[in-house]
T-cell receptor, first 115, second 113 residues
Framework: DAGVTQSPTHLIKTRGQQVTLRCSPI?????VSWYQQVLGQGPQFIFQ???????GRGNFPDRFSARQFPNYSSELNVNALLLGDSALYLC??????????????FGPGTRLLVL | AQSVTQPDIHITVSEGASLELRCNYS??????LFWYVQSPGQGLQLLLK??????LVQGIKGFEAEFKRSQSSFNLRKPSVHWSDAAEYFC???????????FGSGTKLNVKP
């Protein structure tokens, strides 16, 4: 079975632009989470979605938004890009939150560079 | 607030030597604990996890970790390190129902020949 896939793999944008990152979870997984990993740091939690609803949100500004589609794939949108948004954006999927099914499996990430 | 601390930023060990990577967490309830490994330019691969039960858990690639509630620790160990183990290792804590997931800052492992 395919793992978590993310597109694009790399992206270069300029300040003020908007970006959309995409994620397809492992087949059968209904929960998707997004993380930001700045160089030299651990991943920081941005969002968790389950059954198309936002279940959790980290300490990120409203410029960050996401959604989950009926096929459980997800998009992360970032508006008004800042230089500090340059990072590796990781998507993770799991069967569901709770009930011992929370183990998250990560995709390879999208590396975003903001100039 | 929940947090995860990995006190060692860099560790260098000789190939064949034993390894222990430290992880301390702060969480009010019973934690769900994980160790992930990240090779350069790659995503995160799950090594092992602890939800409940036996406090010594076995993972892939010969890794194990021990949950010590009294010390709020979940240290990762391997009896004999291989050159291919050189990577960055992250400890993580998941909240109940996993609305949020917290990672430590990571420990970079170098392996000397």
């Amino acid at each position: 079975d395919a793992g978590v896939t993310q597109s694009p793999t790399h992206l270069i944008k300029t300040r003020g632009q908007q970006v959309t990152l995409r994620c397809s979870p492992i087949s059968g997984h209904k929960s998707v989470s997004w993380y930001q990993q700045v160089l030299g740091q651990g991943p920081q939690f941005i969002f968790q979605y389950y059954e198309k609803e936002e279940r959790g949100r980290g300490n990120f500004p409203d410029r960050f938004s996401a959604r989950q589609f009926p096929n459980y794939s997800s998009e992360l949108n970032v508006n008004a890009l800042l230089l500090g948004d340059s990072a590796l954006y990781l998507c993770a999927s799991s069967l569901a939150p709770g009930q011992g099914q929370e183990t998250q499996y990560f995709g390879p990430g999208t590396r975003l560079l903001v100039l | 607030a929940q947090s995860v601390t990995q006190p060692d930023i860099h560790i260098t060990v000789s190939e064949g030597a034993s390894l222990e990577l430290r992880c301390n967490y702060s969480y009010g309830a019973t934690p769900y604990l994980f160790w992930y490994v990240q090779s350069p330019g790659q995503g995160l691969q799950l090594l092992l996890k602890y939800f409940s039960g036996d406090t010594l858990v076995q993972g892939i690639k010969g890794f194990e970790a021990e949950f010590k509630r009294s010390q709020s620790s979940f240290n990762l160990r391997k009896p004999s390190v291989h050159w291919s183990d050189a990577a960055e290792y992250f400890c993580a804590v998941g909240e109940y129902n996993f609305n949020k997931f917290y990672f430590g800052s990571g420990t970079k492992l170098n392996v000397k020949p």
